[in-house]
């Protein structure tokens, strides 16, 4: 953080919405302070995207690299903010920083509240992604996966899922269960088609018949449904392993059944109905079941804020100012507690952490340029600093008895990393340890 700067802005999370936020406000002269929970920057776009889409994560890591080399902007790695965080939120504010930042992504995870939920072999996705994706500490936890997993939901997660259970995993067969149809399914045509080759076909149109009539109520063409798998199938990737891939629809969990020693041996659902409500197609139980032969179930149903970062929560997001005094493009910015009890009128939310589970990397990337023009326009009604907030937080960091992670550093880490890749002849390489990426940045 260079001396002369007006106002200081503590930016808490270093994914898209984070860096791509303190760029914005970087370059409108403030000075940022990114605190990041993880070692390493760039969020789900380093831990989440799937890991053989190196082209993109390399682009990716390189302007996130150019968005940390400008001055005005510090990092602190390895240091998590919340109730039960190294930093609690409220710190920033009396260190001396004017506003605070919260670009912590959804990393609640979202439960149904099913019996059977904590059985061995039940998962949710965010949790599998990161350990694939090898971010400590989920780098480091054992996943239970059987031989025939069912991935609950329809959007890319599940197909990112799919894609590991079939060519990593190599699991024997996949049930992928929709509470609604083949009209409502979430992920895109393009991430389909690399795991399309494991698709029975035959199975899927025989799906498609069975809840057709269903469908034909609500106007919709079972036979535009049947179109589009056959035109991913003609695009699709050749299979990676012989796993047998399933589609289910209508169907919503009720409980998953385990046994003795507890662990998952089906997954009851219940058949569903489609109606339409305020013009919205909506799954309705029909009072029957049925139970699917598996002994892994992942819920890929998208996420949740965490309720331990300190921030008043409405659903599933933080609660945001309903009356935004500095909306963009009609958006609430605006940390907001509906009790009243707290001002929160200097901290504001962007990204996941605004939206949960919603959009990709560009939707992040302009989420956080917008959360970083309300905190800029919320800048202009403040007077210019009089305190050194940069000071105040390292001295707060060298008293946490462990390493924050500077920018500085992180170079060391990526050299390491890249060798360990070349000496074992592998594209990519991530330490699968904390200790050991501090460690090779001479940090411990
Ligand atoms: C499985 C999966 C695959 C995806 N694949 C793609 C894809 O192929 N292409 C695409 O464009 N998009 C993809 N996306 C979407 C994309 O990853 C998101 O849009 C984007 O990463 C959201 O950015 P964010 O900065 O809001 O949150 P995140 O990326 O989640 O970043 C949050 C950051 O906050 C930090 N943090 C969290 N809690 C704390 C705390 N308490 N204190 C301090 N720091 C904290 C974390 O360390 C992290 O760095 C995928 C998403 C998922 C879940
Ligand atoms: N490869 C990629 O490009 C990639 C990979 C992963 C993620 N992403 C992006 O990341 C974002 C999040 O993805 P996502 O897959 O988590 O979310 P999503 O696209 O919203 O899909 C969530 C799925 O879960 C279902 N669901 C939600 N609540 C449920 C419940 N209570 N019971 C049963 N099913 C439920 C939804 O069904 P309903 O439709 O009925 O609500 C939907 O099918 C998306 O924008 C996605 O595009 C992209």
Not at 208 to 226: C, F, N, T, W
Request: proline share 4%; with cysteine.
């Amino acid at each position: 953080m260079v001396d002369n700067l007006q106002h200081q802005v503590a930016v808490i999370g270093a994914g898209p919405a984070g860096l791509y936020a303190a760029r914005e406000l970087a370059v409108n002269g403030a000075g940022v302070a990114i605190i990041n929970r993880d070692i390493k920057p760039g969020g789900l776009a380093e831990y989440g995207i799937y890991p053989d889409k190196l082209k993109m994560k390399d682009g990716l890591r390189a302007q996130f690299r150019q968005i940390l080399a400008q001055e005005a902007i510090k990092y602190f790695g390895n240091v998590s903010v919340g109730t039960h965080g190294d930093l609690h939120l409220n710190e920033f504010r009396d260190m001396g920083f004017q506003a605070i930042l919260v670009t912590v992504g959804a990393q609640g995870t979202k439960w149904l509240g099913l019996p059977g939920e904590q059985l061995t072999g039940v998962y949710h996705a965010k949790n599998l992604v990161y350990h694939y994706n090898n971010l400590p500490p989920f780098s480091e936890q054992n996943f239970a996966i059987g031989c025939r997993a069912a991935v609950v939901g329809a959007g890319n997660v599940m197909g990112d899922v799919v894609h590991y259970l079939t060519c990593e995993a190599k699991v024997n067969e996949v049930y992928t269960v929709a509470r609604r149809g083949p009209a409502e399914i979430k992920f895109d045509k393009k991430e389909m088609e690399v795991i399309v080759a494991h698709l029975d076909m035959a199975a899927l149109e025989k799906e498609i018949d069975r809840v057709a009539p269903v469908m034909r109520s609500l106007g919709q063409d079972p036979e535009i449904a049947k179109e589009l798998f056959r035109s991913i199938f003609a695009k699709g990737l050749p299979a990676c392993a012989d796993t047998h891939f399933v589609m289910d629809f209508l169907a919503s969990p009720t409980r998953i059944l385990g046994d003795e020693n507890g662990k998952v041996i089906g997954l009851e659902v219940e058949n569903n109905t489609l109606v339409l409500e305020d013009g919205q197609v909506k799954a309705r139980g029909l009072g029957t079941y049925r139970v699917l032969d598996v002994d892994t179930v992942i819920f890929a149903i998208g996420d949740a804020v965490d309720s331990g970062l300190g921030l008043p929560i409405a659903g599933s997001e933080f609660a945001k100012n309903p009356s935004p005094r500095f909306p963009i493009d009609g958006n609430s910015y605006e940390a907001n507690d509906p009790k009243g009890e707290q001002d929160l009128s200097d901290i504001f939310v962007a990204g996941w952490a605004r939206k949960a589970s919603t959009g990709l990397v560009g939707i992040a990337r302009r989420d956080g340029t917008n959360g970083a023009k309300a905190v800029l326009q919320f800048l202009a009604t403040r007077p210019a600093i009089d305190d050194n907030p940069l000071k105040n937080l390292e001295k707060r960091l060298h008293r946490l008895g462990k390493p924050a992670v500077a920018k500085e550093c992180l170079g060391r880490l990526l050299e390491a990393e890249h060798q360990k890749a070349l000496q074992l002849g592998v594209d990519d390489f991530k330490f699968l340890h904390n200790q050991e990426m501090l460690s090779v940045m001479g940090l411990s």
